[in-house]
């Protein structure tokens, strides 16, 4: 395709390039199917059908030139045709059978492992993070406030000094919560290249999703891996609390052996009871100089030591990791939460949006037989959300995607036969709705029909236009008597190659500029001109 553009081009190269467009279209489908392909689809068979019709126009004459008012005919003719078959489209993307399987699934894996959310914390490895302002998720759910938003992810159990990860055999006694308020969450969740998955903290339950989600110690997790986006429902207790009487507590107070001023900072930190040692913990954490940056973190072999002791600045991991390890020195368990905080709302269409750069550690920490949720890391909620520059525009534009994810991406079988259910119950609650249901879909008949009658007829009358029979006449009578075929070559061209005197030429070409000139204002020759014009081709050929 690039060695077409580069070199020189007549009809036929451009003809091949729009094919080979399509083929590239088609092709990235596979890859990548969100709103931005929709966009550049959209736009791409736009400008390929402005220039068929555009070569057209030249393959009678290469040196056309474009009035005004035959452009406007061309966009307006094509605007009709469009606005035909959009509902013809609705239509058969709506009854065209999905399947569960799809085959393409495996070159459709979308944005595999993107940046973000991570279900292991390796502390001094990256100098710097990237802050992703890509959708790591939407919840359709009612508005809660800012300090219940945290997304709960994976738990993180396990420290050996640098990682910590989750070990799944930490299974604890059944917990229990004092507060009532549940909410529901629709979430349409891109890939996060890990098996766990999130909510709204704490879950409770899923609602509904046709693959297997299991819940333990209020983690989400799935068989395998998520590499495509999914749609779930879940069910969450908003709480900043869970009660537990019973914990394997030795597992959330076990340490590696650390540096030894870690040791004596944990020592002087460590308070008159839990609750006054997670304080001081706190207090101490939010001065002394500690500064939360995603830049210039520390990468050292011991990059904990290095944090509270001489660059003192971090991110939440740095933050998260400190306050559990003094806490654990000190005897009291912990755990670390990894998932994200915060997120924009959309007060038109209710729910949620998180970019991964929100994704966030927090801790948990177990006194008096209840786990309590605490951010350590010294930021306010609005820090990490999005600015308000063009809010509108950008929540419009979320609204789009939001749309397209749900009404599109997930638009599978299940979602089919869901509707075909849904019908099925209108109809035997109120027989009413027959009458109006069998409206619209004589409406989607009737405009159906009209769409293939228009084209029927488009067709038939560019296979039975005169002016467009004078041309073939003249073509078959050329290849029959000179063994001459037109080709990709324009009218004009194909009448100069014939082994005729000048004059013959100058008569053909005013025949070929009538007739086109008749097609192109869409004024059909009478049959008595084409007769003549036949006759003249007869004699003008005629040896």
């Known amino acids: ?134 959708v790591a998720f939407r919840a359709k759910m009612p508005e809660v406030n800012k300090k219940h938003l945290f997304w709960r992810g994976v738990e993180l159990n396990t420290f050996d000094g640098k990682k910590w990860t989750y070990l799944e055999n930490y299974i604890d006694d ?28 704490k879950p409770l339950m899923v609602v509904n999703h046709k693959n297997s989600i299991s819940i333990k110690n209020h983690v989400l997790s799935m068989t395998k891996k998520v590499n495509k986006p999914i749609h779930y429902t879940v069910r969450s207790v908003v709480s900043e609390v869970i009660y537990q009487p019973y914990i394997s507590k030795s597992k959330y107070i076990k340490m590696p052996l650390v540096n030894e001023k870690i040791a004596d900072l944990a020592k002087r930190l460590k308070g008159k009871n839990e609750i006054d040692t997670m304080k001081r913990t706190l207090k101490y954490m939010s001065g002394n100089g500690f500064v939360y940056t995603v830049e210039d973190l520390p990468v050292s072999e011991d990059p904990l ?51 991964f750069k929100n994704s966030h550690i927090w801790a948990e920490v177990w006194i008096n037989n209840k786990w309590l949720r605490i951010n350590p890391t010294p930021y306010e909620l609005e820090t990490v959300n999005r600015d308000n520059r063009f809010k509108g525009l950008r929540m419009l534009i979320d609204s789009i995607q939001y749309y397209w994810g749900v009404y599109v991406i997930n ?28 409206l619209i879909i004589m409406l989607f008949i009737f405009i159906l029909l009209s769409t293939m009658v228009l084209i029927l007829k488009s067709l038939k009358n560019a296979y039975s236009n005169k002016c467009l029979q004078l041309i073939r006449f003249l073509e078959n009578i050329v290849r029959k008597k000179y063994g001459i075929t037109r080709n990709n070559m324009t009218l004009f061209t194909f009448i100069n190659v014939l082994p005729l005197s000048l004059g013959k030429k100058i008569m053909l070409k005013k025949i070929v500029l009538i007739a086109m000139g008749h097609f192109y204002k869409d004024i059909d020759i009478t049959k008595d001109e084409f007769s003549r014009y036949i006759k003249e081709l007869k004699i003008l050929l005629k040896e």
């Open 305 to 355: 030591y290095e944090f509270l002791f001489e660059s003192k600045k971090g991110n939440c991991e740095l933050f998260a990791s400190a306050f559990a390890v003094i806490l654990r020195l000190n005897g009291i368990p912990v755990r670390l939460i990894s998932g994200f905080y915060g997120g924009e709302y959309n007060k038109y269409l209710k729910y949620y949006t998180v970019p």
């Open 1 to 134: 395709m690039f060695i077409k553009l580069l070199t020189n081009k007549a009809n036929r190269d451009y003809l091949q390039i729009i094919a080979l467009t399509f083929f590239l279209v088609a092709g990235a489908a596979l890859i990548k199917l969100n709103i931005t392909y929709l966009i550049l689809t959209f736009i791409i068979i736009i400008l390929s059908i402005l220039q068929l019709l555009i070569l057209s126009f030249y393959d009678f004459n290469a040196h056309y030139y474009f009035k005004k008012s035959t452009f406007v005919a061309i966009i307006k003719n094509f605007v009709i045709f469009a606005i035909l078959l959009i509902p013809l489209t609705i239509l058969f993307f709506m009854v065209i059978p999905r399947s569960n399987y799809p085959f393409f699934d495996i070159l459709n894996k979308q944005d595999k492992a993107l940046s973000g959310f991570i279900d292991t914390i390796k502390l001094g490895e990256n100098s710097s993070i990237y802050q992703d302002d890509r």
């Open 174 to 201: 059944q917990a229990l919560f004092t507060s009532k308020k549940i909410v529901e969450q629709d979430i349409y969740l891109q890939p996060l290249g890990t098996k766990y998955i999130v909510s709204l903290d």
């Open 411 to 438: 638009y599978d079988l299940e979602k089919q036969l869901s509707l075909l259910e849904n019908l099925r119950k209108a109809f035997d609650k109120d027989p009413r709705i027959l009458v109006y249901k069998a």
